[in-house]
């Protein structure tokens, strides 16, 4: 094992064993080899920096780098930003620690001497974070590299897999040339993704965000504190905007959009789809700290006279997503509130049960005017996951559930 401080500043000495200059930095180059030092640039002093390639390398040691060739078969150093520099892109950089969920700084990389057609290569294998790489570092050029390996021994490791690595780009296009994937920061909660954002500068959040598919950004956002939100969607291109804001439930989207400035909201109201633009716009005439502020429009609304076979088909053919799923709402022939059932009735009843036979008692229903402390009472009253809006003709408009009155009532903490 070798670490990247140990070969920065080494001495490269040719295949006739001559010095040929010192390691002022090693590149990576990701979209051929991923982990693999594909470069090492030697300093020359008042001279133009050389290149040694990753297959004229034949051995490496801490301090010293041996080439297999003389310095005549070096390149000059030709500036690429296809390619990683390891000491100034990763050492001392804020990192997403993707399996313990966290942004870290890196302190050192591991690395591993593969013997490939006679020459070395050096393979990226960990970063460094813990107490052991920050020493190193500190000791780096005042303590030989023997003795700070004995003093590590003694202290505790911490490192992360090249694998759980995301790297936090703020250029889109150099992230880009660099083919950083976004697949492990997808695969992360988006609550655990909010709380990394929270850490990080503001180019750093909307690199994030930029690299996310619509779906993925909006769910993240969501999480996100109003101040973040705001910070973030302003910053967006109105199109941009509009499709995240449009993968959001329409509370959600009605809360983040109200709290824009009035120039953005309306290009971005104005670049949504003329549906979603519409329902959010309803939501928009409500008080936020109301019921009708609170409620989401996406609700499954049938008729009591439904069998519960019709409605799992109903459920199936709009491909209804199951956070909309805790109650189905009934209405009467006059379409108004005539009761909800529970999906977990539905699924241990037969299936030509009317729907009216699973009502669950008592009726609850609220007017979109309803103050939310009010809100909050009836759900602590009657152990509620979700809670029916009406209008004053008892017509169903929405739902509240029980994740927003967490949330309302975490805020106010």
């Known amino acids: 094992m070798l670490y990247a401080t140990e070969i920065l500043g080494a001495e490269a000495y040719d295949s006739a064993g001559h010095l040929v200059g010192r390691v002022k930095e090693m590149f990576v180059e990701p979209a051929d080899q991923p982990n693999r030092v594909s470069r090492l640039l030697l300093g020359r002093g008042q001279y133009r920096p050389l290149v040694a390639r990753y297959d004229q390398i034949g051995s490496v040691a801490p301090g010293r780098v041996g080439l297999t060739t003389d310095e005549s078969a070096l390149d000059l150093y030709q500036p690429n930003e296809a390619w990683l520099a390891v000491g100034k892109d990763l050492l001392d950089q804020q990192i997403i620690d993707t399996n313990g969920r966290k942004v870290v700084r890196v302190n050192d990389i591991d690395l591993n001497e593969q013997r490939t057609n006679g020459n070395v290569e ?17 000791l780096q050029g005042i303590v030989p590299p023997m003795a700070i390996r004995r003093l590590q021994t003694k202290l505790p490791m911490r490192n992360i897999p090249w694998e759980f690595v995301n790297l936090i780009e703020s250029d889109p296009l150099r992230r880009v040339k660099l083919r950083l994937t976004s697949k492990l920061l997808t695969e992360l909660h988006p609550a655990d993704l909010a709380d990394i954002m929270e850490e990080l500068s503001p180019a750093e959040r909307q690199s994030i965000i930029d690299s996310l598919d619509a779906g993925s950004a909006a769910e993240t956002i969501a999480e996100l504190d109003k101040r973040l939100q705001t910070q973030i969607v302003e910053k967006l291109d109105p199109e941009k905007a509009a499709g995240i804001i449009e993968e ?9 959009i109200q709290s824009l400035p009035p120039e953005t909201s309306r290009e971005v109201l104005e670049e949504m789809e003329h549906r979603e633009a519409h329902e959010v716009q309803e939501l928009m005439r409500f008080q936020e700290n109301t019921a009708g502020g609170m409620m989401t429009t996406e609700i499954v609304v049938v008729g009591e006279d439904a069998t519960r076979g019709e409605v799992f088909d109903y459920i199936r053919f709009h491909q209804v997503p199951a956070d909309q799923l805790d109650n189905v709402v009934l209405i009467n022939r006059d379409a108004a509130l005539a009761g909800t059932v529970p999906i977990a009735h539905l699924l241990l009843a037969d299936p030509e049960q009317r729907m009216a036979d699973l009502v669950v008692h008592p009726l609850l229903s609220v007017k979109p005017d309803l103050r939310e402390r009010e809100v909050f009472e009836l759900f602590d009253k009657y152990n509620l996951r979700s809670l029916t809006v009406v209008n004053d003709a008892q017509v169903p408009i929405g739902a ?7 949330s309302r009532m975490r805020a106010k903490l």
């Open 122 to 138: 050096l393979r990226i294998t960990h970063v460094d974070i813990g107490l052991a790489s920050a020493v190193r570092r500190l």
């Open 248 to 256: 959001m439930s329409p509370d959600e989207a009605a809360d983040l």
């Open 400 to 406: 509240i559930t029980v994740d927003d009155v967490v």
